[in-house]
């Protein structure tokens, strides 16, 4: 399938990959070398997929290459250096002013959310660690098939961050408040037979497989009407919902900038 409308560059600044065949389109995190941990330009490679991707594409998966799925943010993001182009990464919010700041972390937050629409049907295939803004990701997705090496993580409290990426609302959707609260503030990994066992996954299987169980899946929701699966899901996502995913998102952002400005009043502090 041609795709004149997508940008190469876009994706090969942000690490990432897209490779299409008839309705499938296959994303690809591909910096394995730091385990696909994710940068501004990542967002904004997803957020172009998202805005250019043939509306012919009914099924929309995610992987990593290499050992893991995607460890979080590039850890540049913390030190003050510039990243992508970007000054100072995550620090260098505090230059901005708040309305600057909240539209850029909603940009950032863009790479997500098309993976929920429910004009397509979006799986994360993951193995090894999905951590932070990995967990995230794998969230925005309609179904998670984990390998049993699979691990998800929320690490950004324990940095003294939030979530922020779209991932609490999925979170709270797909296990409950109790265990959301848990297993963000604790910062724990969750294992793949926990992540099944909670509702997480959808699906568990040897690392081995992985790519015959997520082909088989493929082939299963491909078979009904793309009208049919597409309203299904629309109705399914309204009557899960509870706020508003603007509503959440927009708690997201501010929370996080609360904390930016709050580490950065700490570290002055010395």
Known sequence: ??????????????GV????????????????????????A?????????????PDV?????RGSGRAFSAG???????????DGEPGGLPGMLALSPEEADARIASYQAGFTWLSDPARVTIAAVHGHAIGAGFQLALACDFRVLAEDAQFCMAETGLG?????????????LVGYSR????????????????????????????????AAVESLVAAVTKPLAGAVSETLALIASAAAGPSLDSQLAVERA????????????????
């Not at 399938?1 to 942000?14: F, H, T, W």
């Not at 009914?58 to 995610?62: K, T």
């Not at 943010?73 to 990243?83: A, H, I, N, S, Y």
């Not at 961050?161 to 979170?171: I, Q, R, S």
């Open 42 to 54: 990542t967002w904004a490679a997803l957020r172009h997929i998202g805005d250019q991707l043939d």
């Open 58 to 62: 009914r099924v929309v998966v995610v």
């Open 180 to 211: 959301a609260a848990e297993i963000c503030v604790t910062s724990r990994r969750v294992p793949a037979a926990e992540a099944l066992q909670m509702g997480l996954a959808n699906s568990v299987v040897p690392l081995a497989d992985l790519d």
């Open 255 to 270: 929370a996080q900038l609360r904390r930016i400005n709050a580490l950065a009043a700490l570290s002055a502090q010395g």
């Open 17 to 40: 990959r897209l490779a299409l065949a008839g309705p499938l389109a296959t994303i690809t995190l591909d910096r394995p070398d730091v385990l696909n941990a994710q940068t501004p």
């Open 73 to 83: 943010l590039d850890r540049r993001m913390f030190t003050g250096e510039p990243v």
């Open 161 to 173: 961050l939030v979530p922020d990426l779209g991932g609490t609302l999925p979170l709270v959707r």
């Open 1 to 14: 399938m041609p795709v004149p409308a997508i940008d190469a560059g876009v994706l090969e600044r942000g």
